[in-house]
């Protein structure tokens, strides 16, 4: 069974705070992909990053960082030096090749306070 | 480009009535996806197009079905409505299926009275 878990329901920060969002995620497939997705209150799912099963490189775009373990079966979210604007629910998701749909996680919901 | 659009963007019905959304895919994408989105149960995926042949459906009732069309266009249709399906039903697409990023749309809002 496939299965991806957000631990955390809700993270409330200060703006220019560090924030990591955790993902775990379960699949006995060895080629598989995982997604994090960014839902402001406006409700369009915006893509943020991809990620294959065979690429275990770190990846750092901006202020947003990713960690991929799959050692711990893991794919985190860092925000650098966080900002208002990214007040949103986080989604991480999995697909592995013939599934044909993501199985997302429950979100996490990131409120930046000024 | 232009976006995935959905139509309509709000919706109104009432139980036992039927209702049709639809979905246009970014140009070029063939794969379409839609998906459930509650504050209970989060997203839940409903189906997946490729080509016009649905690939895949999640476990919702037989009241549930969709299609694609050959411009990759795609509609959604919920017979029968209950309250339990108001909900934000999103649809995505991508080129070539769900392993690629999905694109998408700013959903629809089904409410049922």
């Known amino acids: 069974a496939q299965k991806v878990t957000q ?5 409330s920060v200060v703006e220019k705070e560090d924030v990591t969002l955790d993902c775990v995620y ?16 406006s409700g369009e799912l915006v893509f943020l990053i991809r990620r294959n099963s065979f690429d275990e490189q770190n990846e750092i775009s901006g202020r947003y960082s990713w960690n991929f373990q799959k050692s ?21 998701a ?3 090749s013939g599934t044909y749909k993501y199985i997302f996680g429950t979100g996490t919901r990131l409120k930046v306070l000024a | 480009k232009a976006g995935v659009t959905q139509t309509p963007r709000y919706l109104i019905k009432t139980r036992g009535q039927q209702v049709t959304l639809s979905c246009s895919p970014i140009s070029g994408h063939r794969s379409v996806s839609w998906y459930q ?8 995926f409903l189906f997946e ?17 969709g299609r694609q069309f050959s411009n990759s266009r795609s509609e959604m249709n919920v017979s029968t409505l209950e309250l339990g399906d108001s909900a934000l039903y999103l649809c995505a697409s991508s080129v070539g299926g769900t392993t690629y990023e999905q694109y998408f749309g700013p959903g629809t809002r089904l409410t049922v009275t």
């Open chain 1, 7 to 11: 631990a955390q329901t809700e993270i």
């Open chain 1, 26 to 41: 379960e699949t006995r497939d060895t080629t598989y992909y995982l997604f994090w997705y960014k839902q402001p209150p």
């Open chain 1, 72 to 92: 711990t079966s893991s794919f985190n979210f860092t925000i650098t030096a966080s900002q208002v604007v990214d007040s949103a629910v986080y989604f991480c």
């Open chain 1, 94 to 96: 999995l697909t592995t």
């Open chain 2, 37 to 44: 989105q509650t504050p209970g149960q989060g997203l839940q």
């Open chain 2, 49 to 65: 197009y490729f080509s016009e042949t649905q690939r895949n459906k999640g476990n919702f009732p037989g009241r549930f079905s």
